[in-house]
Nanobody
Framework: QVQLVESGGGLVQAGGSLRLSCAGS????????VGWFRQAPGKDRDFVAA????????YYADSVKGRFTISRDNAKNTVYLQMNNLKPEDTAVYYC??????????WGQGTQVTVSS
């Protein structure tokens, strides 16, 4: 069992920055890959970024490349999503998820990010 808690969301103006955190507990969080996803109202949940357990491999959706950076601190059991140059279309609930058995098995409750124009 893994518990995930996201934090760091909020309201920001276009062009601003936020840093989301995903704190993991339970099974050895540092052994697993972690992804960030987002869901805007009325839309499907979309992939944003992912990082391998070691942090050596990182993946991004095309829409966020060059603006978002995923990182992790395994000593703190935390994965981060630094979001720069935010746009109104980045407005969504952001979720982190942990990949244990081939898919994203455990999810957090989400944190709201709202970008005003």
């Amino acid at each position: 069992q893994v518990q995930l808690v996201e934090s760091g969301g909020g309201l920001v103006q276009a062009g601003g920055s936020l840093r989301l955190s995903c704190a993991g507990s339970g099974r050895t969080f540092s052994r697993y890959g972690v992804g960030w996803f987002r869901q805007a109202p009325g839309k499907d949940r979309d992939f944003v970024a992912a990082i391998s357990w070691s942090g050596d491999n990182r993946y991004y959706a095309d829409s966020v490349k060059g603006r978002f950076t995923i990182s992790r601190d395994n000593a703190k059991n935390t994965v981060y999503l630094q979001m720069n140059n935010l746009k109104p279309e980045d407005t969504a609930v952001y979720y982190c998820a942990c990949a244990i058995s081939g898919g994203y098995d455990y999810w957090g409750q989400g944190t709201q990010v709202t970008v005003s124009s």
